[in-house]
């Protein structure tokens, strides 16, 4: 196997930007990195040569991929995007990680001492799987280094929208771009009892119907508070950031009654975090990114269940400002625009932080993933192809699965649809990825060139003049 390395990415303002400086750290080290669309590189997996393809879940959903890549000679390695705030470990283990498709990965990388800890209560773990302590690329761009990536585009939330506060949804689970994709699939007759949506896979039935009722709560409470949030603070613009997956639809209604609030969903939320005078979430990661960049964040919890909000969500919630009530909101957040109050701290938030992320200082967490791979490379060097025709076989599945995508693409609700996928990946130029590897380069203080081929829809390559 040659310096190949693919990086597939699914949700493009929640992912890109972090996965980028990977490849950009790749690429210096003599990687050719493909990048793009994760759907759109599962379509065209059997064109790539054999390389180290690194995956984002090991879900029973990718285990067909996972099959299909281990025959054409890809090996897989990766992370758990969503490990950082997790369900209860059961819950966890039954929804994130497959029995079948572990094996299938080489080496996972995890978020923290935290994450480990819980892969290794994981009764099916291979034995023999290497966990490597590395941290994430998405901590890597809240540390203190990487904050002129985003100075410009932060500086132009500002002078745009001038001084607001930032709500961050999080309620696909009852608020998905389609009903399907929530918890519970809506009911057709009255008391007819739910069947399940594609978030509550792995769920048992007690916790999704908790889970679900808990969202819904605070869901409404985040629909009462955004007005009331523009009456009590007059001189402030409310920017409603949606999360990646939710319908925003019911925000874009919200809005069309007020004067100051906005809802956009573009580009990565560090600039909108480094622009912002606070952030309003529950139980949201925003909460933990905004915790360490020392960005003012406050859980506003009216609505909820001690279940959810100190298990599921206990690490967001505990890195920020609780707020059981609107008139403690609106204190905190008089105290904040005071300059009296700022960023939730404390000796136990920072001991608690600490078990979840590494590299919080010291090598990034993308260089030491690199070093990974480099090793990765090295040990499977010899290692033959498999067979002519298993790898035949390969490409032959890929190319019937991506017809499969193209029909169901046509179906309603389908999140193969079209307009879904570009909600979810709208995109970007060339020019503009390019751009972008500019202005990570120049935080790294790296001035070695990169070339930024586009290779099809949505996907490029990235290489330098040390690539093989």
């Given amino acids: 196997m040659k310096r190949s390395l693919i990086i597939p990415v699914e949700n493009q303002v929640r992912e890109l930007d972090a996965k980028l400086l990977l490849a950009c750290i790749a690429a210096r080290h003599g990687f050719s990195v493909v990048i793009g669309s994760r759907l759109e590189i599962s379509f065209r997996i059997g064109t790539f040569p054999p390389s180290i393809y690194l995956a984002k879940s090991m879900t029973a959903r990718s285990l067909k991929m996972f099959r299909i890549m281990r025959d054409l000679g890809h090996l897989i390695a ?19 990680l497959s029995a079948e498709a572990m094996p299938l990965v080489s080496h ?9 800890d819980l892969w290794r209560q994981y009764p099916h773990l291979p034995p023999d799987l290497p966990i490597h302590l590395t941290g994430n690329p998405r901590g890597d761009l ?3 280094e990487m904050q002129p990536f985003f100075a410009r585009e932060a500086e132009n939330r500002r002078q745009e929208h001038g001084n607001f506060l930032l709500i961050n949804t999080n309620f696909s689970f009852v608020n998905a771009f389609y009903p399907d994709q929530g918890l519970f699939q809506p009911v057709k007759e009255p ?4 069947r399940y949506g594609r978030a509550a896979v792995g769920m048992e039935r007690r916790f999704a ?3 679900r009722d808990h969202k ?5 409470s985040f629909q009462q508070l955004i007005p009331r949030l523009e009456q009590a603070f007059p001189e402030l613009t409310i920017i409603v950031r949606p999360h990646p997956v939710e319908n925003p639809d019911v925000y874009h209604r919200l809005a069309a009654g007020c004067r100051r609030v906005k809802v956009i969903n573009e580009g990565n939320v560090i600039p909108w975090l480094l622009a912002c005078r606070a952030v309003i979430h529950n139980g949201c990661t925003t909460g933990v990114e905004a915790y360490i960049m020392r960005v003012p964040a406050l859980s506003y919890m009216e609505k909820g269940d001690p279940e959810y909000d100190h298990g599921f969500y206990r690490l967001p919630n505990a890195l920020s400002h609780q707020c059981r009530d609107f008139a403690e909101l609106k204190r905190t957040i008089n105290s904040i625009l005071a300059g009296e109050l700022g960023a939730a701290d404390g000796r136990e938030r920072r001991e608690l932080m600490a078990g979840y992320l590494a590299s919080q200082d010291g090598p990034l967490a993308s260089q030491r993933i690199v ?3 480099e090793k990765i490379v090295q040990e499977s060097a010899d290692e033959p192809l498999p067979p002519v025709l298993a790898r035949a076989g390969a490409r032959w599945r890929a190319a019937r699965r991506r017809l499969s995508k193209y029909i169901k693409s046509f179906q309603p609700d389908s999140k193969y649809r079209p307009e879904f996928q570009r909600y979810r ?6 020019e503009a990825l390019r751009q972008k590897l500019r202005q990570l380069q120049a935080a790294l203080g790296d001035h070695q060139a990169l070339e930024v081929r586009e290779l099809g829809s949505h996907i490029f390559r990235i290489t330098s003049d040390r690539s093989s």
């Fill in 142 to 144: 809240l540390r203190p």
């Fill in 216 to 220: 819904q709560a605070v869901f409404q």
């Fill in 209 to 211: 119907e908790g889970l």
């Fill in 78 to 96: 990766g992370w758990d995007e969503e490990a950082l705030i997790h369900p209860p470990a059961e819950t966890y283990f039954s929804r994130r």
């Fill in 108 to 116: 996972l990388f995890a978020w923290g001492r935290e994450n480990a």
């Fill in 425 to 430: 990946y709208p995109g970007l130029s060339t």
């Fill in 191 to 194: 008391g007819e009892k739910p």
């Fill in 371 to 373: 070093e990974v791979l």
